[in-house]
């Protein structure tokens, strides 16, 4: 008689087809949430939402107008000016000036090209700490 296999055990070549399947299906669901033009999701959320308050501060960097980094209402009135789309969306204003020095650079373009260069930067960052590593050095980790 022969043992059964756990159903919680996978073998490696499952594992790879299992986050084949998944990778899939969230690509799909990205690129349907995002396909829409516009500021907007094909849900009506703001896309990048997380993204408009350093998108303001960095406009409020370049712009020189330090007073507004302390001020939640002129920040709000900021980003509501910047992107129309997020005038629901209230932060408060608790990060340093540092902050929006990182993020003034992005300043010169609309938000949603601010956003995708600041997600190229991440993903690139991510890249360099991570390119180090090959799965023999992974596995003693």
Known sequence: MTRRRSFWILQSREARVHAAIVASVLWIIAIVTLIRPGPVDAFGNLKAGDFVHFYTLGQVAAARDAPVLYDGIGLHARQAALVPASEDAHYVPVYPPQTAL????????????????????????????????????????
């Open 102 to 141: 990182i993020f003034a650079p992005f300043a010169g373009e609309t938000f949603l090209w601010a956003a995708l260069a600041w997600a190229a930067c991440v993903i690139a960052v991510y890249i360099l700490c991570g390119g180090g590593l090959d799965s023999r050095e992974a596995g003693r980790a």
